[in-house]
């Protein structure tokens, strides 16, 4: 991808129905910033769908999009800005677009998740990647040939994926750096508000930003990553005091106080929303969801789901599908790089 002299860097979007809009103009902010700082145009972009016309994004505001069959024929970069449901928009057309489009050089991206859609081409096999943290688990799941990251963004040679939001932006900035450097990349970062060029390294959720935070003693958030790292094969809760080095009662009492429920339910509680990922995210069959998520019995699984959820795994995977406004949070997910440091 390169972008010599005076000429533009020609990116083409591809936006999906229920795509990220406030991550798709995050990345092109910093773009138009570049260009209306340097006062010529670096960089050129254009939104394209299957369906050309009006399409909606995930908040309910349409844009309006020009046919895929209108877009450049040789991109410099192409991108798939894709949100919920995305195994839905991997249409034929759309993914031979984009084998087209890697035939002949261009640099191939994904926003959100975007990088489903370019699994599903064939065009992530052997790479690093990453989608927002919500569908993390199901891609995962979905593309063992992928290794998949919870960072903000990845970049792996001429493939390039963000996890959506500022995220996308922090992307953007990265490319715009690779171009034409650090100090055209710092003012444009000035220019759209986003305090700092985040590395690829920066994890989608620090340690700070769960949903314990940094007020819960440190023995408490211990025990939490010790739960978060042994979702398929849980740990019994004795095991987890003596890792971290407290008595049950003390444990019992840590969660009770500042979680709200004890920590065998809040074990059973984050496997369940790791479940509920792959439901709704994946076709995965029931049972293989239930041992993923160390529940032994699938008749006891489905009777937990359905206390949590109101709906059994069977229904919550057609009613799942539809976006829906209540979801528990965080999507918890195995943490990959403690289970690897654990004995």
């Known amino acids: 991808m390169t972008a010599g002299g005076d000429d533009a860097l020609q990116v083409a979007i591809v936006v999906t129905p229920d795509f990220n809009l406030a991550a798709t103009t995050a990345f092109i902010d910093p773009l138009r910033a570049a260009n209306y700082l340097e006062g010529r145009s670096l960089f050129r972009w254009s939104l394209h769908a299957e369906q050309p016309g009006a399409v909606e994004a995930s908040n309910g505001i349409a844009i309006e999009a020009k046919a895929l069959a209108a877009a450049p024929e040789r991109p410099d970069l192409a991108l798939v800005s894709a949100s919920w449901s995305p195994e839905c928009h991997a249409t034929p057309a759309l993914l031979a677009a984009l084998r087209r489009w890697a035939r002949f050089g261009a640099v191939l991206g994904g926003i959100d998740t975007g990088g489903f859609v370019l699994a599903a081409a064939g065009l992530l096999s052997g790479r690093r990647a990453t989608v927002h943290y919500e569908h993390l688990d199901a891609f995962a799941e979905l593309h063992r040939d992928i290794e998949a990251t919870e960072r903000l963004f990845e970049i792996d040679g001429d493939r390039m994926t963000a996890a959506g939001g500022a995220a996308a932006a922090d992307l953007a900035l990265q490319i715009l750096r690779a171009h034409h450097g650090d100090a055209l990349a710092n003012a444009a970062a000035r220019y759209v508000f986003h305090e700092s060029l985040r590395p690829a390294e920066a994890r989608q959720n620090p340690d700070l930003a769960e949903p314990i935070g940094a007020a819960a003693p440190a023995a408490l958030r211990r025990a939490v990553r010790a739960m978060e790292a042994n979702l398929e094969e849980p740990v019994a809760i004795p095991a987890i005091c003596a890792e971290v080095g407290l008595s049950q009662r003390q444990m019992e009492r840590l969660f009770n106080r500042h979680i709200g429920k004890p920590p065998q339910l809040y074990y059973r509680d984050i496997r369940l929303d790791r479940a509920r990922g792959l439901v709704t995210q994946t076709e995965m069959p029931l049972s293989e969801v239930a041992t993923a998520c160390g529940f032994a019995s699938q008749v006891h699984f489905s009777r937990v789901y ?17 976006p829906f406004e209540y979801r528990a949070w965080p999507m918890h997910r195995p943490n990959r790089a403690a289970a690897r440091a654990r004995p």
């Open 306 to 322: 359905r206390e949590r959820f109101g709906m059994p795994p069977s229904a919550d995977r057609v009613e799942g599908r539809v």
